[in-house]
């Protein structure tokens, strides 16, 4: 049984060429456990947005895929959908594109002098930080790990 990264990677590798021909992107794979159940969530993006149609399309193409290549071994429900509003930046691509977009960062411990959650403007990122400028124009420069989430503060558009 695959489990975590395994899976998600597994998924990822049968996911890409289906989002691609359907004109689509995998912005991200989560498998994971909630109570007693799994899921297996696979968020997809466009540009303009995608709709209920392509969650369907999509989730028609992988379903057998995932069920031909034995990907998970126990049962767990398919969930297919857009990653949304104040979408959550998690990989190096995903910080890349945004850069100069607004953004909300949720903190494992606060800053002295700014707490546990702050937001700013996404100026700059690596592989290992990422670098924001404040409502007073101030420069913060944080650990990825350091954070609980990033995501995108796009809820006014």
């Known amino acids: 049984m695959k489990q975590g990264g395994n899976t998600t990677q597994?998924?990822?590798k049968l996911a890409v060429p289906i989002a691609e021909k359907l004109g689509l992107e995998i912005w991200d794979v989560r498998f994971v456990k909630e109570g007693a159940s799994w899921y297996l969530r696979i968020y997809i993006d466009k540009d303009g947005g995608v709709n209920i149609e392509d969650c369907e399309a999509f989730s028609r193409e992988i379903d057998p895929l995932l069920d031909e290549n034995n990907v998970i071994e126990q049962s767990y429900c398919l969930e297919v959908s857009s990653p949304g509003l104040e979408r959550?930046?998690?990989?190096?691509?995903?910080?890349?594109?945004?850069?100069?977009?607004d953004v909300m960062v949720k903190l494992i411990r606060p800053i002295e002098g700014i707490g546990r959650e702050l937001d700013g403007v996404l100026i700059a990122c690596d592989k290992d930080t990422i670098e924001l400028s404040d409502a007073d124009g101030n420069t913060v420069t944080l650990n990825k790990k350091d954070t609980v989430w990033?995501?995108?503060?796009?809820?006014?558009l």
């Open 10 to 12: 597994a998924v990822q």
């Open 88 to 101: 959550e930046l998690t990989r190096d691509e995903h910080f890349e594109k945004y850069i100069g977009s």
């Open 150 to 156: 990033v995501k995108l503060d796009d809820f006014d």
